[in-house]
């Protein structure tokens, strides 16, 4: 029994390990893309690309996000009864929804395209839209068999399909942009050429997934319920399945759909607020275009760290709350929490100071890098409530308190709808009202998601121990960062900025355990805590734990 357990949490950890590197992956392919298609199609193009990428996100979002869930939930428990038949039928049902789901999902984006390239009243951008409608029936199916894989904790087909996907991107947008470049086609065909390396990428991972689900063997990973007798009774309905999909999908894919729809709208508030104090439609489009290709990816990666915190902290919640123990419950939430601000802050206040640096190292010192940098400086303030929201949702769906999200993303994207509106039609802000919108939507969803936790849970944060102590070493490495980066600047700029990170990573490594801002348990959260926090006490930066 001790050896089964022993797997099944390498199997899940390994999961984790896989997820993340998987996640990291494809936002650091997904930069690595937009710096030469930038360089292609500037920052007009870069805006019919991304207009079609948000539509594209948001359908995604409706279509995928709730139902590979479910799946994954239904399976899993199937599992447990040894029910094999109805685990079988539920993906027969699954794979049959999603093709209908996918089909209705490209017909929308590819019928509907005319109709979006009016609401953003930028012309010609409907191209992109439809190069890109093909993608959500390839990615429907995909999330069927990705949900398949999840029920039996087989994370490693996602991530490996995710990054296929990733790959196809990058080095197929390319080549078709280039192709076109040669051909003289005008700007709108070539970003919509550039876009169609995303669906022939998706469809890639797709065939990936059909490939790796028929040499799949389910019975090698049921090791852990052998001792549940294989039965064909008990097999519900189609009906009854779909009802229990649905009733598990639909709140959570409304919670994930209120952020991506979110983006949509303000794409289109945003280029006509923008147009309505006196820009032209090309000068809208290459601003727009702009800050969502230089700044906005980069504010994207350091969320991307908090996922393996975020995926270890759920089943400690969730054996602490069963078994009734309230303080070990706050503690791993307060834990939890000290991490997020640990990990997210000296990137926030980093990338702040050294905007400029940073964007130019990645784009070029050029006008465009000029233009981005101070969006850049603002939107990353926004990245600690941006990683405290996937934690904080963390906490409320662990409760089964999954609907109170819901509400605080509605909430969100009200803020920053009222306030981008408002904000960017004061002339003198114009496009750095985008910024300052998406700061304050960040902070009235995780500010909503703690009213709920502590009217719900009864738990308040210890804000003193988790922000105070964090922030005043996050700003020592960000000092260190910059005064590091100007010393440094005869050995040229992208190596004195490099440099200077370096440093400021190290200083703020001692800092940290010097202010006593992190302790034992809150890196026992972490993935192979025990074994990191042996590594921190032979370095004498954690005490050693005392027995007794």
Same mark, same amino acid.
Request: hydrophobic share 55%; charged share 15%; proline share 4%.
């Given at each position: 029994?001790?050896?089964?357990?022993?797997?099944?949490?390498?199997?899940?950890?390994?999961?984790?390990?896989?997820?993340?590197?998987?996640?990291?992956?494809?936002?650091?392919?997904?930069?690595?893309?937009?710096?030469?298609?930038? #360089?292609?199609?500037?920052?007009?193009?870069?805006?019919?690309?991304?207009?079609?990428?948000?539509?594209?996100?948001?359908?995604?979002?409706?279509?995928?996000?709730?139902?590979?869930?479910?799946?994954?939930?239904?399976?899993?428990?199937?599992?447990?009864?040894?029910?094999?038949?109805?685990?079988?039928?539920?993906?027969?049902?699954?794979?049959?929804?999603?093709?209908?789901?996918?089909?209705?999902?490209?017909?929308?984006?590819?019928?509907?395209?005319? =109709?979006?390239?009016?609401?953003?009243?930028?012309?010609?951008?409907?191209?992109?839209?439809?190069?890109?409608?093909?993608?959500?029936?390839?990615?429907?199916?995909?999330?069927?068999?990705? &949900?398949?894989?999840?029920?039996?904790?087989?994370?490693?087909?996602?991530?490996?399909?995710?990054?296929?996907?990733?790959?196809?991107?990058?080095?197929?947008?390319?080549?078709?942009?280039?192709?076109?470049?040669?051909?003289?086609?005008?700007?709108?065909?070539?970003?919509?050429?550039?876009?169609?390396? *995303?669906?022939? &990428?998706?469809?890639?991972?797709?065939?990936?997934?059909?490939?790796?689900? %028929?040499?799949?063997?389910?019975?090698?990973?049921?090791?852990?319920?052998?001792?549940?007798?294989?039965? @064909?009774?008990?097999?519900?309905?189609?009906?009854?399945?779909?009802?229990?999909?649905?009733?598990?999908?639909?709140?959570?894919?409304?919670?994930?759909?209120?952020?991506?729809?979110?983006?949509?709208? @303000?794409?289109?508030?945003?280029?006509?607020?923008?147009?309505?104090?006196?820009?032209?439609?090309?000068?809208?489009?290459?601003?727009?275009?702009?800050?969502?290709?230089?700044?906005?990816?980069?504010?994207?990666?350091?969320?991307?760290?908090?996922?393996?915190?975020?995926?270890?902290?759920?089943?400690?919640?969730?054996?602490?709350?069963?078994?009734?123990?309230?303080?070990?419950?706050?503690?791993?939430? #307060?834990?939890?929490?000290?991490?997020?601000?640990? %990990?997210?802050?000296?990137?926030?206040?980093?990338?702040?100071? *050294?905007?400029?640096?940073?964007?130019?190292?990645?784009?070029?010192? #050029?006008?465009?890098?000029?233009?981005?940098?101070?969006?850049?400086?603002?939107?990353?303030?926004?990245?600690?409530?941006?990683?405290?929201?996937?934690?904080?949702?963390?906490?409320?769906?662990?409760?089964?308190?999954?609907?109170?999200?819901?509400?605080?993303?509605?909430?969100?994207?009200?803020?920053?709808?009222?306030?981008?509106?408002?904000?960017?039609?004061?002339?003198?802000?114009?496009?750095?009202?985008?910024?300052?919108?998406?700061?304050?939507?960040? =902070?009235?969803?995780?500010?909503?998601?703690?009213?709920?936790?502590?009217?719900?849970?009864?738990?308040?944060?210890?804000?003193?121990?988790?922000?105070?102590?964090?922030?005043?070493?996050?700003?020592?490495?960000?000092?260190?960062?910059?005064?590091?980066?100007?010393?440094?600047?005869?050995?040229?700029?992208?190596?004195?900025?490099?440099?200077?990170?370096?440093?400021?990573?190290?200083?703020?490594?001692?800092?940290?355990?010097?202010?006593?801002?992190?302790?034992?348990?809150?890196?026992? %959260?972490?993935?192979?805590?025990?074994?990191?926090?042996?590594?921190?006490?032979?370095?004498?930066?954690?005490?050693?734990?005392? #027995?007794?």
């Amino acid at each position: 029994m001790k050896n089964v357990e022993s797997r099944r949490r390498s199997r899940f950890f390994g999961g984790v390990i896989a997820l993340t590197i998987g996640n990291l992956f494809v936002k650091v392919v997904g930069l690595v893309l937009k710096i030469p298609l930038h #360089n292609i199609l500037g920052d007009a193009g870069m805006a019919y690309y991304n207009n079609a990428y948000d539509i594209y996100a948001w359908l995604f979002t409706i279509a995928t996000t709730g139902l590979p869930t479910a799946v994954a939930m239904l399976i899993s428990e199937n599992r447990v009864k040894g029910n094999r038949k109805e685990t079988k039928k539920i993906f027969r049902i699954t794979m049959a929804l999603f093709i209908i789901i996918g089909i209705a999902g490209m017909s929308v984006m590819l019928f509907g395209a005319p =109709f979006f390239e009016k609401a953003y009243k930028i012309d010609n951008s409907a191209y992109c839209m439809m190069a890109v409608a093909p993608t959500l029936f390839f990615i429907c199916v995909a999330s069927a068999l990705r &949900g398949y894989f999840q029920g039996y904790q087989n994370m490693l087909p996602t991530a490996v399909s995710e990054v296929i996907e990733a790959i196809g991107k990058l080095a197929l947008g390319l080549l078709f942009a280039g192709y076109a470049l040669e051909q003289g086609y005008e700007l709108p065909i070539v970003a919509a050429y550039a876009a169609f390396g *995303l669906t022939v &990428g998706v469809a890639a991972g797709m065939l990936y997934l059909i490939v790796t689900k %028929l040499l799949f063997r389910p019975e090698k990973y049921d090791f852990e319920y052998a001792e549940a007798a294989e039965t @064909d009774s008990g097999v519900r309905s189609t009906g009854r399945i779909v009802r229990t999909l649905l009733l598990i999908a639909i709140p959570i894919t409304i919670s994930s759909s209120v952020q991506s729809f979110s983006a949509v709208i @303000d794409g289109m508030v945003l280029s006509n607020r923008l147009q309505d104090i006196g820009f032209s439609e090309d000068i809208t489009a290459q601003m727009i275009g702009n800050y969502k290709t230089l700044a906005a990816p980069l504010c994207n990666l350091p969320p991307a760290l908090v996922a393996p915190v975020t995926a270890s902290i759920i089943p400690l919640m969730a054996a602490s709350i069963v078994s009734g123990n309230k303080k070990r419950t706050k503690d791993v939430m #307060n834990g939890a929490l000290m991490l997020t601000a640990i %990990l997210e802050l000296p990137c926030a206040l980093g990338m702040s100071v *050294l905007s400029e640096p940073i964007i130019k190292l990645l784009f070029g010192d #050029n006008a465009s890098s000029e233009t981005a940098a101070p969006l850049l400086s603002i939107l990353s303030l926004a990245v600690l409530f941006v990683s405290m929201i996937s934690m904080t949702t963390a906490f409320l769906q662990a409760h089964k308190l999954e609907r109170k999200p819901i509400l605080s993303m509605l909430v969100g994207a009200i803020v920053k709808l009222i306030a981008l509106y408002i904000l960017v039609g004061i002339p003198k802000l114009n496009i750095y009202g985008s910024p300052i919108s998406s700061f304050l939507g960040s =902070f009235a969803i995780s500010a909503s998601n703690l009213f709920f936790i502590k009217k719900h849970i009864g738990f308040i944060p210890d804000f003193g121990k988790m922000l105070i102590r964090p922030f005043a070493a996050s700003v020592i490495c960000a000092l260190t960062a910059l005064f590091s980066f100007r010393l440094l600047g005869f050995v040229g700029r992208d190596a004195a900025l490099l440099l200077s990170i370096a440093i400021a990573a190290v200083v703020y490594f001692f800092v940290i355990f010097l202010f006593r801002a992190l302790t034992r348990e809150d890196v026992l %959260l972490l993935p192979k805590g025990a074994k990191i926090c042996s590594i921190l006490e032979r370095m004498h930066l954690l005490k050693k734990e005392q #027995n007794g």
